[in-house]
């Protein structure tokens, strides 16, 4: 998963200035769904429907969650009692491991079946010599922040191999790119884009109602070239998941989803940020749609395009009946259905293509 990243911003959904060959390869192995959306444009919110499969109307969180709120003495559980993927994967004996960006509460303390926790506790910060809390201990990263979570997820990778290879795992992986602050990219991130013309950022009037904090970065190609820049870094990442994945022969035994917490815009409308890069807020489509493949060779149909509608709150049961795993009773709560139809190749006959967002 990455952070304020629109689907638009991959060379997957056309915007072939922007160097992602790893997700190239994952859509070349797996299907794209073409309208896929977060429920809310804002990342705490987004990221508890897309593991409880609530709304945050339901599950209470509807803004981002302030530093005090994510960790520490006055932070606190949001997600309460309800059911996660995570906790139900965990409990049918999945092997549990998370690595990134966790921005729900009592971000420091591993939770929701995780037998593996790093992260950096809060929802952004730094890209550079940053310190991590690695299953309860502070571990000091230098160098880029993307790179310590690809660390991060191929020593769970490595720990589940020696210590449960018998039993299945998931692995969590929220990077923080290409979320804002723009203060370090590695040069080799950067250096695709020192020619580039950035022909998928639009260039029209600033929007009246933008963002203050973030005008600076419209028409800036150097704001342009940060964001391509994390989102190329974060791809690298991904690379060496799937090199792993490879070079220990379970690539055929594993199901790779990735997307984004929600979208962003760089330009689009005349404003840079996602459902609060406007005051009043917006849910223009940026804002709210969001890269979705899904890659598992011989199970999934590979270099397919779906095209149903499909939400955040869909991803919970979705993850469920992908991996058999017993589904708690229905609720008005959630309001999710599965489409891994679309994944085996047999979609349901009829779809009905409507969402409910919220902010």
């Given at each position: ?18 160097r ?5 390869k ?6 794209t769904?073409?309208r ?15 593991l ?6 339901r ?16 932070s606190?559980?949001?997600i309460?009692?309800?059911p996660?993927?995570?906790k139900?994967l965990?409990?049918?004996g ?5 690595s990134?960006?966790w ?7 591993a ?12 929802g ?5 010599d940053?310190?991590?809390?690695r ?8 160098g ?6 690809g ?6 990778l ?11 795992f998931?692995?969590?992986?929220p990077?923080?790119?290409?979320h ?24 029209g ?10 005008r ?6 150097k704001?342009?070239?940060a964001y391509s ?17 490879e ?13 984004a917490?929600?979208?962003w815009?760089?330009?689009h409308?005349g ?20 890269p ?5 060779p011989?199970r999934?149909?590979?270099g ?12 919970f049961?979705t993850?469920?009946d992908?991996t058999?795993?017993?589904?708690p009773p ?5 309001p ?13 006959a009829?779809?009905?293509?409507r969402?409910?967002c919220?902010?």
């Open positions: 998963m990455t952070d304020d990243h629109g689907a638009w911003a991959t060379s997957v959904y056309g915007c072939e200035e922007m992602t060959p790893n997700l190239q994952l859509a070349q192995t797996g299907t769904f073409d896929a959306y977060a429920a809310t444009p804002v990342c705490s919110p987004s990221r508890l429907t897309y409880t499969g609530t709304l945050p109307s599950h209470g969180v509807q803004d981002w969650l302030r530093p005090e709120d994510s960790f520490g003495a006055k606190k559980s949001w309460g009692e309800l996660t993927y995570s139900l965990a409990d049918a999945y092997d549990c491991g998370f990134g960006k921005h729900m509460g009592l971000d420091d303390q939770q929701q079946g995780f037998r593996y926790w790093a992260t950096v506790p809060g952004g910060g730094p890209f550079r940053v310190t991590f809390v299953n309860g201990e502070q571990v000091k990263k230098p880029f922040k993307e790179d310590a979570i660390d991060f997820a191929l020593e769970f490595d720990d589940h191999q020696q210590r449960r290879a018998q039993d299945p998931l692995l969590l992986v990077f923080y790119a290409p804002t602050p723009y203060d370090y990219q590695p040069d080799a991130d950067r250096a695709p884009y020192q020619n580039s013309k950035f022909s998928c950022f639009p260039r009037e600033r929007h009246p109602w933008a963002n203050r904090g973030l600076a970065h419209h028409l800036n190609e704001s342009m070239l820049a994390l989102i190329t870094g974060m791809d690298r990442n991904v690379g060496r998941v799937l090199d792993w994945l070079r220990t022969g379970q690539r055929q035994n594993t199901t790779i989803l990735f997307t917490d929600q979208g815009n760089s330009g409308h404003f840079w940020g996602k459902g609060n890069g406007t005051w009043p807020f917006n849910m223009y489509e940026e804002s709210i749609r969001v979705m493949i899904w890659s598992h011989g999934i149909p590979a397919r395009r779906a095209n149903p509608m499909v939400s955040s709150y869909d991803l049961p993850v469920l992908w058999g795993v017993k589904a229905p609720s008005p709560a959630r999710g259905r599965s489409y891994a139809g679309y994944l085996r190749g047999k979609p349901p009829r779809w009905e293509n969402l409910y919220e902010y």
